[in-house]
């Protein structure tokens, strides 16, 4: 059974960078037919899809507009997880913030509130 | 980019009664190579992760109720609770992973009447 388990700080002053983490058990971030995504929930965006990784004979990123340029999702085989990292961030990047598994989502990490704030 | 849409927004149901919630994407979803619509439904409570429900339209995940099914093709797409229950009080979301930017639809409050 498929758990995922975030991790990382809720408070991240604007303009640094937000670095969040998620470990995988019962899966192995190397699979190749499996996907790994960050995603995004606020009351003024709703469920907003990040970007992902994925394994198929060589690693893959895909990301959404509204964050490529500062978004960057790695892989951490020797950990089996998987990492955010969003720089430049302002308040509108206060957030709850989830990993989640495959292409329709089928396992979601506990979340995280993450406040963008000095 | 595809756009989800899902109606109504908020909706109230008598316990044991038939709740219908619909979601329109603005491209065709269907995926030639799996012969399926690349279609998604959770459930999401208040504090918790969104749970899926229903992939590929119809499929029902693992331990899901049977009460729920989902049905639909190409831009027309529904969640059906067959017998509304006191713990199906949530926000449904549905989501096409059919390209990238994956989108979601604006979720629909599911209440008791």
């Known amino acids: 059974q498929v758990q995922l388990l975030q991790s990382g700080p809720g408070l991240v002053k604007p303009s640094q960078t937000l670095s969040l983490t998620c470990a995988i058990s019962g899966d192995s971030v190397s699979s190749d037919i499996a996907a790994w995504n960050w995603i995004r929930q606020s009351p003024s965006r709703g469920l907003e899809w990040l970007g992902r990784t994925y394994y198929r004979s060589k690693w893959y990123n895909d990301s959404a507009v509204s964050v490529r340029g500062r978004i960057t999702i790695n892989p951490d085989t020797s950990k089996n997880q998987f990492s955010l990292q969003l720089d430049s961030v302002t308040p509108d990047d206060t957030a709850v913030y989830y990993c989640a598994s495959g292409w329709a989502f089928g396992v979601w990490g506990q979340g995280t509130v993450v406040t963008v704030s000095s | 980019d595809i756009v989800m849409t899902q109606s109504p927004d908020s909706l109230a149901v008598s316990l044991g009664e038939r709740a219908t919630i619909n979601c329109k994407s603005s491209?065709?979803?269907?995926?030639?190579?799996?012969?399926?619509?690349?279609l998604a439904w959770s459930q999401q409570k208040p504090g918790q992760p969104p749970k899926l429900l229903i992939y590929?339209?119809?499929t029902r995940q693992s331990g899901v109720p049977d009460r729920f099914s989902g049905s639909g093709s190409g831009t027309d797409f529904t969640l059906t609770i067959s017998s509304l229950q006191a713990e199906d009080v949530a926000v449904y979301y549905c989501?096409?992973?059919?390209?990238?930017?994956?989108?979601f639809g604006q979720g629909t409050r599911l209440d008791i009447k």
């Open positions: 989501h096409q992973y059919h390209t990238t930017p994956i989108s």
């Open positions: 590929w339209a119809s």
């Open positions: 491209h065709s979803i269907f995926s030639t190579y799996h012969n399926k619509d690349d």
